[in-house]
């Protein structure tokens, strides 16, 4: 058993691919050997009358597969493709990761995405090693590895500036209960100034390094209610070669941790934490959340961390009439500039409510409602006016039927939308006023015993301000059919797009052929037609384009 388990290791990690976690203390129950895939052929043509231009080649084919090899329940996919004398090979050799768990013990090896805490490291990818333990109640883990590697600009690309390698060590410890839990968490991470050897990017990239502590806690005060606190400090140095800092300078809690690190000019120590109370039964959850991020907040364990604002959030939900209905919904209240350092400060209102009734299994109807305002003020009175601010609203209406029968099974599904954005801006309201309408239909019906079914759907959409109109209907019909004896699925739709206030409109006709003469092998044919007619732009005649596109496609499975 030991054998086997450094055998696999091994070859994990050599080979560079993502791979979920594997229960080692169950290999005896894994094959060691399997291989599977498929692979396939297609050809297709094409043509077309009315343009100048074909969007497609006349003729095209493509060749691709698919394979993955499985040793002891760890999987390795490949894929070919080819295409028009194109070809593409993906293997396992871009990532690497694996976390194998034995018992209470689960390793993390290669590119891994690991959550400590929202406010330290939030699923940042590593590419190192790390260590789990975790009992019934108590948590332990860490993991150390690289973020990401140097980066050296050339010039030609500004979306991707030069960056140094950067390293991070990460650990989290506590006790986590279904009702009570206290977590701690740091993280830590520093770019290698050494990463660069160019002179000129070495000296315009600015090093940094990241400190950060996490605790979270929750505790059920009384049957069904709770509270949960969870906070972070960052100190973060934004160039580790600016002066260290006078110690007389430094508040207390930076200066009694700079026996440890050193402190910059350009260091800076910010809170972030989120509180909740809640409140959970069968048939009624209530929370309220508040939100406090100082500006500027950033921690190297997450990709992005929205900063600089106080978010207070009401989220109940209610299950009545014997579980025939359920209402939930939320509203929530945001501001940011919270140091007075920006020249306005915007305030946002967020609110929304869902209605979801199901009076029987076959009919039920869901209710939405949606409400968004932004305010943006100035914060001195020299620029004490309305800069920004709108509301936007919607609601929907969408009831559904199910009705399952002997012979027949109907589905009939609508809904009915309204959106409206209202501009308070005097200057801005003749472009960014708005509404909008969208209702939509939809019928299906099956015979199981027949195998066959069909489908139909109308979609009308209005869309108006006060210098544009948009009205237009788009509708459907298909055909399915199944032929048990002759392996054969059939199938035939037609589609149909028209503006009302304009001379575009769009007609297309699809049939398809699925046949499975052998279990692992199929062949399928689809024929598409396009009348496509487009308004004239700019002077230009009525453009008038009929396309036809066929396909003829082979798979085989293994």
Known sequence: MFKKL???LIFVNILNIKINAQQLD??????????SGSLSANFSMYGQTGSLNNRRDPFS????????ISFYGVDIPFSLSYANQQSNFNGPFQRFGISPSYKKLKMHLGYRNLNFSQFGLSSQTLYGGGLEFNTSKFRMAFMYGRINEAIVNNGLNI?????FSRRAIAGKIGYEGQRNHI?????????D???????IQKRNTRPQENLVLTVSIKKTIYKNLFIKIEGGASEYTRDTRAKIANPKDLNPIIKWQSTWFNVHESTQLLMAGESTLGFTSKKVNLNL???????DYKTMGAYYFQSDLKQLTIQPAFTLFKSKALLSGSIGFQEDNLK??????????IGNGNLAINTSPSFGIDLSFSNYGLKQRGTNRGVDTVKVQSVNNSISIAPHWQLMRLKYQHLIQTNISYQKSSDFNIINQQTNNFDGYVANVNYAINKPEKKIGANLGLVYTDNRSQDFMQQSINGNIGFNKSLEKAHTTLSAGYSTYKQFNADGMSQSINTGVIYTPFKKQQLNFNFNYVMLKQPSLQGQPMLNVNETYATLGYTYNF
């Open 61 to 68: 084919q493509a060749l691709g597969g698919n394979a993955t």
């Open 340 to 349: 007075k350092l920006k020249q306005t400060t915007t305030k946002r209102i």
């Open 6 to 8: 450094i055998l696999i």
């Open 183 to 191: 977590l701690f968490s740091a993280l830590y991470g520093k770019d």
């Open 26 to 35: 169950g290999l005896k129950n894994q094959k060691a050997f399997k291989f």
């Open 159 to 163: 979306s991707s500036p030069s960056a």
């Open 193 to 199: 100034s050494t990463s660069i050897t160019d002179y």
């Open 289 to 295: 959340k508040y939100r406090y991020v100082q500006p």
